[in-house]
């Protein structure tokens, strides 16, 4: 399974855009991207995935060069309950393959 | 539809004892997973049911872990008997699996201390 590799630690403010980007120079060509995100407390929860160009949903945003190399997990206008740590992961569809956590990136949201 | 639980959130027992976490996964998931977190390490896959088999238990770190799911339904982990270095978070968490299948759902976790 590929590794991963991202920033240890961001801050924001409350109502800015945050972009956690995730190196993974090894991935395969039938890995996805999934990213999740693990409250204190909780366990992960799933973000968004994808596997190329662009996915948006309700939550979050991921982009995905041509070259896959790389993603970008975008969070549009963060709120203080965003504070948490989020994972990059690289592997198979989630429900098929056990999923292989890096270090994260904790993100602190202030006012 | 109650998420992925449980039991106990935290325990605490002396080295050489026994403890016995359990799962209870979303109705209908056949994919189980157990993971966990030691401290100040990274989470960690422990093993992987479907239904009621061991797909994958490649992550168990010795003979002391013995994890069973009756019937495809709950399952259990075991430790016994039971290291200083086995405190954590252990997590368990469950899909439904299929071709489609994106993501898995986490329980809270279990924290384990053992003194």
């Known amino acids: 399974l590929a590794k991963t590799t991202q920033p240890i630690s961001m801050d924001s403010y409350e109502g800015q855009e945050v972009n956690i980007t995730c190196s993974h120079n090894?991935?395969?060509?039938?890995?996805?991207i999934t990213w999740y995100q693990q409250f204190p407390s909780q366990g992960p929860r799933f973000i968004i995935q994808?596997?190329?160009t662009k996915v948006t949903n309700e939550v979050a945003s991921l982009f995905i060069p041509a070259d896959r190399k790389s993603s970008t997990l975008s969070l549009p206008r963060v709120s203080l309950s965003d504070t948490a740590v989020y994972y990059c992961?690289?592997?198979?569809?989630?429900?098929?393959?056990?999923?292989?956590f890096g270090t994260g990136t904790r993100l602190l949201v202030s006012p | 539809e109650a998420g992925v639980t449980q039991f106990p959130s935290h325990s605490v027992i002396e080295k050489g004892q026994t403890v016995t976490l359990r799962c209870d996964p979303i109705?209908?998931?056949?994919?189980l997973y157990w993971y966990r977190r030691v401290m100040g390490k990274e989470i960690k896959f422990l093993l992987h049911?479907?239904?009621?088999?061991?797909?994958?238990e490649s992550g168990m770190p010795n003979n002391r872990f013995l994890a069973e799911r009756t019937g495809g339904t709950y399952s259990t982990l075991k430790v016994q008997p039971a290291e200083l270095e086995d405190s954590g978070v252990y997590f368990c968490?469950?899909?439904?699996?299929?071709?489609?299948?994106?993501?898995?759902?986490f329980g809270q976790g279990t924290r384990l201390t053992v003194v």
């Open positions: 968490a469950s899909s439904q699996g299929g071709p489609r299948e994106t993501e898995a759902f």
């Open positions: 090894n991935i395969a060509t039938n890995d996805y």
């Open positions: 994808g596997y190329k």
């Open positions: 992961l690289v592997g198979g569809i989630a429900g098929f393959q056990k999923l292989v």
């Open positions: 109705s209908g998931h056949d994919n």
């Open positions: 049911f479907v239904k009621e088999s061991k797909q994958d």
